[in-house]
Nanobody
Framework: QVQLVESGGGLVQAGGSLRLSCAASGRTISTYDMGWFRQAPGKEREFVGF????????DVADSVKGRFTISRDNAKNTVYLQMNRLKPEDTAGYYCAAGWVGSRAPELPTKYIYWGQGTQVTVSS
């Protein structure tokens, strides 16, 4: 009942910025907590960050703290991931997800119900 589509990925040089968008259709996402994950070839899916249903609380992984910011606009049914000072190790496919997570272990992919197909981010040196 909820479809998620990521966009905004691309190729950038180290130190550059990108803003990813996650657009939802079907049902409103205003009642869902939203997460961002990433996965590089040959590696497990890694938690990036999450935002609560009303935007009142956000959290990001230590590896991106101070560089990445999550926000949402429920009127537009969209969630964003602003990525600054990108590093080559940020190269991965990025995925958004929706679920009822709250503050209960949002880093676990099993907490989320709906997933997008991903958008690729490649950072060159």
């Amino acid at each position: 009942q909820v479809q998620l589509v990521e966009s905004g990925g691309g190729l950038v040089q180290a130190g550059g910025s990108l803003r990813l968008s996650c657009a939802a259709s079907g049902r409103t996402i205003s009642t869902y907590d939203m997460g961002w994950f990433r996965q590089a070839p040959g590696k497990e899916r890694e938690f990036v960050g999450f935002i609560t249903w009303n935007g009142g609380r956000t959290d990001v992984a230590d590896s991106v703290k101070g560089r990445f910011t999550i926000s949402r606009d429920n009127a537009k049914n969209t969630v964003y991931l602003q990525m600054n000072r990108l590093k080559p190790e940020d190269t991965a496919g990025y995925y958004c997800a929706a679920g009822w997570v709250g503050s209960r272990a949002p880093e676990l992919p099993t907490k989320y119900i709906y997933w997008g197909q991903g958008t690729q981010v490649t950072v060159s040196s």
